[in-house]
């Protein structure tokens, strides 16, 4: 694993790859579920095919049909990203005290519970 975190990767490419994990999809519902225009979508796309992140499939029945799925070269960065984030947070938790974890609990579960009356659950259709 790497220790220092490359410079090239950037948040929204790490929410592309987020999304891929759940399996390939196109530029059109990614775009939607990013919130970004398809011509934006597709410059990300070809930058993350590019790292060897992301590989294009085309559809055998139908060759207008393309999807975009991670590599293993993408599992991995989304590997890492993760290991860095939890042991960014697990550093930032050790430092409160008993009653401010407990606190930290109680706030989540009050947040987790206004996202799930939202759809926030349904692959980023957060507040639609």
């Known amino acids: 694993m ?3 975190m490359d410079p090239e990767v950037k948040w929204q490419h ?6 891929l ?3 390939g999809r196109g530029t059109a519902d990614l775009a939607r579920v990013h919130r970004v225009s ?3 979508m597709s410059r990300t796309l070809s930058k993350l095919i590019h790292k060897g992140w992301v590989r ?3 559809s055998s029945s139908d060759r207008r049909c393309v999807t975009f799925e991670l590599t293993d070269a993408g599992w991995n960065v ?3 990203t993760r290991g860095r984030a939890e042991a960014r947070l697990s550093r930032i938790l050790q430092n409160l005290t008993d009653e401010q974890l407990h606190d930290l609990q109680r706030g989540l579960a009050v947040l987790l519970q206004a996202f ?3 759809g926030c659950h349904d692959k980023g259709n957060c507040g639609t």
């Open 78 to 80: 989304l590997r890492e």
């Open 21 to 23: 994990h759940g399996g």
């Open 116 to 118: 799930s009356g939202h």
């Open 2 to 4: 790497r220790t220092e």
């Open 56 to 58: 294009r499939q085309v």
């Open 14 to 19: 790490i929410a592309v790859l987020w999304t």
């Open 38 to 40: 398809a011509p934006t």
